[in-house]
């Protein structure tokens, strides 16, 4: 806690680190620079089921790297913040370990810094859609209840029709399970932080499911599940909805090599100044073949 404090500037949430590390199964290397004194750099990460070009695999979402400030201003290689970096890479990720795949979101800085260091290297840049909204002619947008994720069997049905079109892709499993230990598990949900909504088509069959959240004043779509033909409709007229009910812009993250897919040329495209980066230290899957196949939005983030 005194780590993440000193290193974010912000409360350390334990609801969170429990969610994550305990019943997520989170992975993380502590430091501390004599075997009895208090810890002082920290490298974590969250498992991820993935499919990675059609096939089952496991990735980790790298995050919590943070150091006390006298140990963040050395950076070098004989330094305690990179060693904890590469102990775990070298533990956690790679062609031999657990996970297949490393991914996360760093800001400019941090990862100018892991590629100087040769920890990293860039697969992509997350981007930031600003969505127009439009209505779309005999679909239906429903607000769900608290509850339904849980009960309803349409978001695997969702799931299972959108999964096919990322085989030469990759992509983190959204299916019930984790669609449950995400938005229902997390302590976001009991915050009330995150809304549901289902579109239904004409014959009343589910087109979408969209996960959102209030986020810096408008509305941000987490996640959303359907066919990616119905998918820029299905986001115009959430769009619509949150105009017209909220009085709010709506927008969604996405990584770059995904936007010119969805062919979404009537909304406002802005840089997040987050590169996705894969694992460099460890041998694993080249980064030229990784470049702009990870299909990443907002609710890939275990902290939004």
Known sequence: AAVFEASFGLDFDPQLWRWKYETGGGRCIAASLTREGP???HYGGAPRRISYFGEPAMAIQVGDVMAMPEVRKH???NSLFFRTGATFLEREIGNTVSHLLGFGFPN???MRLALRLGLYEKTDDFKELVLSPRAIEG????PLPAGWL???AEPQQLW???LPAFDGAIIGLRDRAYLDYRYCQHPGAERGLYNSFLIRGVAG???ALLLAREHGGSLLVLDCLALLENLPDALRLFAHWAQRERAMASKFWLTKGWLDRLGMNDCVEQDLSIEIPCNAWNPGPDAKLLYGKWWLTAGDMDFM
């Open 39 to 41: 810890i002082v750099a």
């Open 160 to 162: 299972e029709a959108m």
């Open 150 to 152: 849980q009960r309803s």
């Open 139 to 142: 679909w239906q947008l429903e």
């Open 108 to 110: 400019a800085k941090a």
């Open 205 to 207: 069959e589910p087109v």
């Open 75 to 77: 950076y070098g290689r």
